[in-house]
Structures are given as C-alpha cells and as structure tokens.
C-alpha cells in the first residue's frame, strides 16, 4: 500500500457513519436473556474475579454445565471480562454492557478496510466491502450486543490480518539481511498465535474453522520448507494455549449428533439467511453465468498475490460454513457473524467489476438497490412468485412488501424500542422491594441483571414453571409458558391469589433479538400486553 490508509476520505467518512450508528441509542431497550446472561457474569467478575454463574442469591442458566466454584463453561470469558472492564469505569446499566462490543465493531469498520485493500490490491473494492458492512443492518444489530458477535468478528479478521503479514514476511525477507528477517517473521508468527487466542477466547465456534482454513491455505500455497517449519510452530503454539481451554470450557458441548435431515434444515436455513440479508446468491448466479465474459476477464487480470488472497476468502467462507452445517446442534443468524465481512467482500468485487467496465449507471443502481432494499434480495422475488396462484395460495401473506433495512434501522435510532422485559423490569424497580421473590419462564437474566436484589426462582426446563411455588411476583410471557399452564388448577389459584397487573408492554418472544429476521426496529402494538400477578394472599 503506496499511501496510509488514513489518506483516503473515504475511511474517515465511514468512519464517522459507522460511529453515529453503531453508538447512538446503546441505552435504548433493556438487554434481552443472552445480553443479560454476559452482563451479569461480567458483574460477577467483579465480585469474584472470574465468571461464576451463582452469586449466592441467583443463578445463571442452572441447567447448563459449570467446574468448581461455579464457573461458567458454556462460553468463553473474553466477552465477559470486557462487559465486567466497562462496569468497573462505567458503572452497571445499558449503555457501558453495550458500549465495548460496539466501539470493537467500529475497530472492525477500520480494520476491515485495511486488510481488504490489503489482500485484493483494489481500494474500491475495500471501499465498497466497508461501505455495504457499514449499511448492513445485521452486522449493526450484531455490533451493538453485549455478546461475544463483535469480538469473534474483529479477531476473525485481526488473525486473517496477522496470517498474511506472517506469509508475506516469510515470502519476502527483510532488506536487512537473514537476521533482520527471521527476527520480523518471529514476531508476525507471535502476532498469529495472539490474534488466533484472542478469537479463541471471543468465540471457539469460530476459532476452528478459521484455523483450519488458515492451515489449508498455507498448504494450498506451495510453502518452502522454512515456510512450514514456521508455520507448524505457530500451530503448536496455538494449540499448546488453546487445548487445555477447550477441555476445561468442554466446548464439544457445542457439538449436535448428526442427521442428514439436521444437515438439509442447516443448509436450507444458512441459504435463505445469506440470501435474504446479505448477499443475493442467485441474482450472482444468474449475472456471473450471463455475464461470465465480463467477470472472467476482471478477475483474469489478478496477480499471483490476488489470486492468493481470494483462494483464502474461499476458504474462510468455505469451511466456515462447511462448519456451521456440520457441527453445531442449533442454527442461528448470530452465527454467522464472523463470515459477514468476507462474504460482503464477495458482492464488492462483483460490483467492482461493473465499475472497472464503466457500467455506472447500472453498477451505482445495483449498489443502492442492494444496501438500500431488499428488492433484489427477497422481495423481488417474491413478488413475482406470488403473481403464481399455485404459490400465492399456499403464502399466509400474499402481499409482499419491499422493505429497506436501513430505514427501519434509522426509525429505531429516533424513536427508542419497547419490549417486554422494559415493561417488566419498571415495575419492579418501582414497586418491588429487597428480598422479593420472582417467578419468570424466559428471560429471566434480565430481571437479575437490573434488578439484583430480587431472588429470582431457578428454573433448570421449561416445564418447571408448573411446578407450584408460590413467590411474591409471578410474570406470564405467553410464548415461554408450558404445555396447558392456561388450564390447570396451577393457574387458577394463581388468580386466586395474586393481582393481575397489566403493563404497557408487549407480550413477544423476547425483548429484542439481533437476528434480522426477528428484530423489531418499533413496539409491536399488535400484541397482547404483559401480565404481571403480585401476591395478595398467603
């Protein structure tokens, strides 16, 4: 890179854009159960000085598997440890469990820019990976979560970064002679094992298929025997810090057994996702097989470093999701995340290829159309699919709308969301007292993040709540309730006992969620409120 990054307006222009909507509004909407369940280890860091999931009142997830002492083992402890640095400055509330997640996700925006004008060589082809990541609503939902999302992703691209400065160093010696080069290749090589720990310890999910295409792509690139020599050094040291984590964290936990009608369903659910809200698979399909004189001559005119650099975003994107098909028992967007920029980088070299043809007008066109609606994504298509009776007859809604992200994500920012739990947790704050006693199905980290001198009843199943405990509070949330709660003599003489309370709040799933597919940008008015019973009787 002839000039500094820092020279190109387009940066600090995104920068700022990134700035503005990845931190205003971190207060707005109280934390929903996974947000709460980092905020609350990160509060017991503070008083126990690593993550213990019982604080001597409440426990956090009592079902799942800890080590001695209670510590926590589901997930690793760098996200917790950041949410517990923040409360330490800033004291407990929204805005600083959020604040550290999502000043990494700028450093992503910075980063990201770097190693993509870096690895393809083209500064508009970074440009426009930056720019859509920056206008992508996922990626800025995801940011602003006081979770490991932010994390995973930016060490996903630190290791990237450190891996091709380690192969470059080891490609090119230093002027200074053989010293001078085994001295810089030893430090790029100690650089690879931090970034690969520090992934490590935001997300494991992550950290396995990011090394596994890392070693591949070293294979694939013809090393020298210096080359791999080095190479499985840094492996052993990143296996030798990495392994004990993983038999103390147990993190094959993770680990569903395998079906191949699990596999179809991961797939299926992994295409639509992809499709739909981040890259238009095939609307590319289509365009490079029609249009495959003009791509092939673009990605023709590569280097041997180019060329180097997309086999290794194939491989990233390859086995990472090769990955989440194949491994993980659940399927969620938020897994993804650590993909985001590669497969944004993707869509940007296409795109690139209508600019460098001077195709303006209908490359400019495409770019807006694809961050601005989801036109070309899935809306688009279905509408047209819904002009077919055989289809609009099985479709619940037949009227599809184009919707825009973006826009929706902006109404957000100005007008501030209301779930469930903000409902919930107002009326404890003015109504409950020390030592009251708490009956919730869902999302009851929440509660005990906010409001921690409440004893919050452990529940280990969702059948548990039909236990018949009576405390001073109980909160329905009608999608969390077991089979049959309406009708059973437990209910009943809950009414007979307790005070309905009805809030100004929603009765949804959850508070809020990041996946786009669920995420409410406003307060769902179409839903029944939430049900709050306060103990009248003995």
């Excluded at 971190?26 to 213990?52: F, H, I, S």
């Excluded at 680990?255 to 369903?265: A, C, I, R, T, V």
């Excluded at 739990?421 to 107002?426: A, L, S």
Aim: hydrophobic share 50%; aromatic share 14%; glycine share 6%.
């Amino acid at each position: 890179m002839k000039r500094s990054a820092w020279a190109d307006p387009w940066l600090i222009g995104l920068l700022l854009l990134a700035a503005a909507l990845l931190l205003i509004g971190l207060k707005n909407g109280r934390l929903w159960q996974d947000e709460a369940e980092t905020a609350v280890l990160g509060r017991n860091v503070l008083w126990y000085g690593y993550p213990r999931a019982f604080d001597g009142i409440n426990w956090v997830n009592p079902a799942l598997p800890q080590q001695r002492g209670y510590a926590w083992t589901y997930h690793t402890w760098l996200p917790i440890y950041l949410a517990a640095g923040s409360f330490y400055l800033l004291g407990e509330n929204s805005f600083s469990a959020r604040l550290p997640f999502a000043l990494i996700g700028l450093a992503a925006v910075w980063l990201a820019y770097r190693l993509f004008r870096w690895l393809t060589g083209e500064i508009w082809v970074a440009r426009l990976a930056v720019g859509m990541m920056v206008t992508s609503v996922p990626f800025l939902l995801h940011m602003r979560q006081c979770r490991y999302y932010a994390p995973a992703l930016f060490f996903t691209l630190w290791s990237v970064w450190a891996y091709w400065r380690f192969l470059e160093r080891e490609r090119r010696p230093a002027a200074g002679g053989e010293a001078d080069s085994a001295s810089r290749s030893r430090w790029g090589g100690l650089e690879l094992v931090a970034a690969l720990n520090l992934l490590f310890h935001s997300d494991h999910g992550a950290f396995l298929p990011v090394v596994s295409a890392l070693i591949l792509h070293l294979a694939w690139s013809r090393p020298t025997a210096r080359q791999i020599r080095r190479g499985l050094s840094v492996l052993g040291l990143v296996l030798a810090t990495t392994v004990p984590w993983m038999i103390y964290l147990k993190a094959w936990q993770h680990q569903g057994s395998f079906s191949w009608k699990e596999l179809s369903h991961h797939l299926q659910f992994y295409f639509r996702q992809i499709n739909r809200f981040l890259v238009p698979i095939p609307f590319w399909l289509v365009a490079v097989i029609g249009w495959r004189r003009l791509f092939q001559w673009a990605f023709g005119t590569m280097g041997t470093a180019q060329r180097t650099a997309w086999k290794l975003v194939g491989l990233l994107l390859g086995i990472g999701l090769a990955f989440l098909v194949l491994v993980p028992q659940q399927r969620h967007f938020r897994y993804l995340i650590f993909l985001v920029p590669w497969l944004l980088l993707a869509q940007a070299a296409l795109l690139a290829c209508l600019f460098r043809f001077r195709r303006w007008a209908a490359a400019l066109a495409l770019t807006l159309l694809l961050i601005l609606t989801d036109l070309i994504h899935y809306s688009g298509a279905s509408i047209l699919a819904a002009r077919i009776p055989a289809v609009r007859a099985r479709l619940s809604s037949p009227a599809v709308k184009i919707r825009s992200l973006p826009l929706e994500y902006l109404t957000e920012l100005k007008r501030p969301y209301r779930g469930p739990m903000d409902g919930v947790v107002e009326l404890l704050e003015r109504e409950g007292k020390p030592g009251d006693s708490v009956k919730i199905p869902y999302e009851e980290l929440t509660l005990i993040f906010y409001c921690p001198w409440l004893l919050v009843e452990p529940l280990r199943r969702q059948e548990d709540f039909s236990r018949e405990t009576f405390p001073d509070w109980v909160i329905l949330r009608r999608d969390w309730l077991p089979s049959g709660f309406w009708e059973s003599p437990y209910y009943r003489r809950i009414k007979a006992r307790y005070r309905p309370i009805v809030l100004d709040a929603p009765d949804i799933p959850w508070q809020n969620r990041p996946d786009p597919g669920y995420h409410r940008f406003k307060k769902d008015t179409q839903a029944p409120p939430v049900v709050v019973f306060r103990r009248t009787q003995g």
